[in-house]
C-alpha cells in the first residue's frame, strides 16, 4: 500500500483495527509492522517522485515510468521541448530543416574530474533533426578540428527519454536542464561558476545597457574605441595638411 497524506495514514490504520477487534494482538502487530514497511517504501517513492519531477534523478538512479511521466519525458519530442531543455538551433548550410543541438564537452570534463577527456565544450555533442515520420535523427557532433568536422549518426529516436538517458550516458552526469544554457549541458561546478560570473558588476552593467537596448554602456561610449574607419585616416590626413584646424585652435 502506499500513504501520502496524513489522513491516509490514520485510515489505513484504522482499517488494520477494525480487521483485528477479534484476533490475537500478535496478528494486529504484526500486520502493523508489515504497513509500516510499506508505508515507508510508498513516502520514499513519493518523494524520489517529486524529487525526479523537479530536478531529476539523483545521480546514478534508475528512470522509473512514474519519473518519466512525471516530468513529461514519455511525450514525443518536439522544438518547444528542445528549446526549454537548452538546445539551440543550429541550422547549418546545404540543412533542408531546422537542426537543434547542445554540447556535451564541459559536463563530460568535469564528470573526469581532471579533464583529460575534453579540452573544449564542443569536442563532443547532440545534434538532431526532424524526420517526416515523427521520429528524429540524431547524430553525434564533434567540432574539434574546425567546424562541423564530424557527424555519426546514431539511430532515430522518437521519445524524450531515449535522448535524455543518451545524454546521460555521455557526460555521466544526471538529467538537470536547469543547468543547461546557450546550448551546453553544463555540470554542477560549471552551473555555479556560471553564475557566479553573471553576479560579477562589470556584467551586470553589460546586462544592463543590452535591456535598454544600447549595445555600449554610457561610460564606455567613446568613438575612438574602434578601430580607425576610412573617413577618420583621411581626416587626420586633412589635419596634418592644415586643411582642418583643431578645436584648441579655434575650430568650431
Not at 103 to 116: C, H, P, T
Not at 119 to 142: K, M, P, Q
Request: net charge negative; proline share 4%.
Amino acid at each position: 500500500m502506499t500513504t501520502e497524506t496524513r489522513e491516509d495514514i490514520l485510515e489505513d490504520l484504522r482499517a488494520l483495527r477494525r480487521k483485528h477487534e477479534n484476533t490475537p494482538t500478535g496478528d494486529l502487530l504484526g500486520d502493523v509492522l508489515t504497513w509500516m514497511v510499506e508505508a515507508r517504501r510508498g513516502l520514499a517513492q513519493a518523494a524520489a517522485n517529486a524529487e525526479a519531477a523537479a530536478h531529476g534523478p539523483a545521480n546514478g538512479a534508475i528512470w522509473n515510468d512514474q519519473m518519466v511521466a512525471a516530468m513529461g519525458l514519455s511525450l514525443p519530442i518536439d522544438e518547444e521541448w528542445l528549446k526549454a531543455s537548452g538546445f539551440k538551433w543550429a541550422q547549418l548550410d546545404r540543412q533542408p530543416s531546422r537542426h537543434w543541438m547542445v554540447w556535451l564537452g564541459d559536463a563530460v570534463r568535469e564528470n573526469q574530474g581532471d579533464g583529460r577527456s575534453f579540452t573544449s565544450y564542443e569536442d563532443v555533442g547532440i545534434e538532431v533533426a526532424a524526420d517526416y515520420n515523427g521520429e528524429w535523427f540524431c547524430w553525434l557532433r564533434s567540432d574539434a578540428a574546425g567546424l562541423y568536422h564530424r557527424f555519426i549518426h546514431i539511430r532515430h529516436l522518437k521519445y524524450r527519454i531515449e535522448l535524455v538517458r543518451l545524454i546521460e550516458a555521455i557526460t555521466g552526469q544526471p538529467w538537470t536542464p536547469q543547468q543547461h544554457a546557450a546550448g551546453n549541458v553544463l555540470g554542477p561546478k560549471g552551473f555555479a561558476h556560471m553564475e557566479r560570473w553573471a553576479r560579477r558588476a562589470d556584467v551586470q552593467i553589460q546586462f544592463d545597457a543590452i535591456r535598454r537596448g544600447a549595445s555600449w554602456h554610457d561610460m564606455e561610449r567613446d568613438p575612438n574605441r574602434a578601430g580607425a574607419r576610412a573617413i577618420d585616416l583621411w581626416e587626420l590626413i586633412d589635419r596634418q595638411q592644415g586643411k582642418i584646424k583643431n578645436k584648441a585652435e579655434g575650430a568650431p
